[in-house]
């Protein structure tokens, strides 16, 4: 098992920013990801970023240029920082890890953290 904890999220007028944090302990693999998911109200689930252990990140078209994913594989933290963020950023975001073998992943979630981005 592994335990997820977030910490950030908040309320920010448009163009603001903010930082997600999450760490990871229990039963981790060497290889693994760690990264974000949002669900916004009546969406589903989506993708944000995420990055793995040997450094590939993955992210959503409408983050790119402005959200930046961070890994401490020594730390098992993930950081999240969020630059001119709009409203169509809002959305319940959760830290997701996977234990990775071979093709094989065992995923985990955090418990969510609010992004509100409104005037």
């Known amino acids: 098992q592994v335990q997820l904890v977030e910490s950030g999220g908040g309320l920010v007028q448009p163009g603001g920013s903010l930082r997600l944090s999450c760490a990871a302990s229990?039963?981790?693999?060497?290889?693994?990801?760690m990264g974000w998911y949002r669900q916004a109200p009546g969406k589903q689930r989506e993708l944000v970023a995420t990055?793995?252990?040997?450094?590939?990140?993955d992210y959503a078209d409408s983050v790119k240029g402005r959200f930046t994913i961070s890994k401490d594989n020594a730390k098992n933290t993930v950081s999240l920082q969020m630059n001119s963020l709009n409203p169509e950023d809002t959305a319940v975001y959760y830290c997701?890890?996977?234990?990775?073998?071979?093709?094989?992943?065992?995923?985990?979630w955090g418990q969510g953290t609010q992004v509100t981005v409104s005037s």
């Open positions: 229990g039963s981790i693999f060497t290889t693994n990801a």
């Open positions: 997701y890890f996977a234990n990775i073998v071979l093709v094989s992943r065992a995923e985990y």
């Open positions: 990055k793995t252990s040997g450094g590939r990140m």
